[in-house]
């Protein structure tokens, strides 16, 4: 067995068919990319974890336990991949656990979140762009806009929203909206942010590592305070996109360009 492994923590899901095409396929890309690690996961939500073993009999690590499987297994050199958007409190957990374990290994670090630097933002944009926007805006908007669902949260961290929001629009995508479930902007602030323009579609995808349970309802669900029944309600067209970033190979290269800088 390899004495270095790396170890990918993600939020989690309890939805096998997108944990397939976002957790499994970055992990993979990570696999791919260095063959002679290990490569091992982790969920940060306890509940997913419960949910999962209890359900499904299918265990997986909390960070701690993942961590303390690596050192029983004799790895010396480790290295902790958070799959996480920003570095809210789920990246706080990672990094303050990782820490306590640090004098236990030979070497071990921590790759970034998504967006965390100022270069992070743009990279993220031209993703999304590569992924989205030039799928379905094409040549026009044509009166269509796409609104972008994270999560959302009343860590600090939750500005990373706001940030990126004023970076699109610095950089003219001027019919692209951040919206959260869970914090600012919430959907009353988009859709009065959206409310100057009279679009005629509206193009809802999440912007989450994965789309499970809040793509699901929270996004596109039939319930009347869903993203998707308050733009009908409005009188327009919607198209929900139910794909994780996980599932673009834009943003799995973002989060190997993380890890390699830590690798270096």
């Known amino acids: 067995m390899a004495d270095k492994a790396i170890l990918v923590i993600s939020f989690g899901t309890s939805y096998k068919e997108t944990r397939e095409k976002t957790i499994d396929a970055v992990e993979k890309a990570i696999a791919d990319r260095y063959p002679d690690w290990d490569v091992r996961r982790a969920f940060t939500s306890k509940m997913i974890i419960k949910k999962l073993k209890e359900r499904d009999n299918l265990y997986i690590d909390y960070i701690d336990e993942g961590l303390q499987r690596m050192i029983d297994d004799g790895i010396k050199k480790a290295v902790v991949v958070p799959t996480h958007v920003m570095n ?7 990094a303050n656990i990782t820490a306590s374990y640090a004098d ?6 921590v790759s970034k979140p998504l967006l965390t630097t100022e270069e992070d933002y743009d990279r993220t944009i031209e993703a999304l762009d590569s992924a989205y926007f030039s799928r379905f805006f094409k040549d026009s908007t044509n009166n269509t806009a796409i609104v972008l669902m994270g999560h959302g949260s009343e860590h600090f961290a939750n500005a990373t929203y706001s940030q990126l ?5 610095t ?12 914090g600012f902007p919430s959907f009353d602030d988009t859709m ?3 409310s100057c323009h009279k679009y005629s579609k509206v193009i ?4 989450m590592l994965v789309a499970g349970d809040h793509a699901t309802n929270d996004m596109s669900g039939d319930e009347e305070d869903s993203l ?19 599932e673009q190979k834009a943003f799995q290269d973002l989060f190997l360009n993380h890890l390699s800088e830590v690798m270096e």
């Open 171 to 182: 950089l003219g995508y001027e019919h692209v909206y951040v919206t959260t479930v869970e």
């Open 165 to 169: 929001q004023l970076k699109l629009s």
């Open 192 to 194: 009065k942010f959206m």
């Open 228 to 246: 998707k029944s308050r733009f009908l309600s409005a009188g327009c067209d919607v198209e929900c996109v139910l794909e994780g970033l996980g």
């Open 104 to 109: 236990r290994f030979e070497s071990i670090c």
């Open 204 to 207: 809802l995808i999440p912007f």
């Open 88 to 94: 809210g409190t789920e990246y706080d957990f990672v």
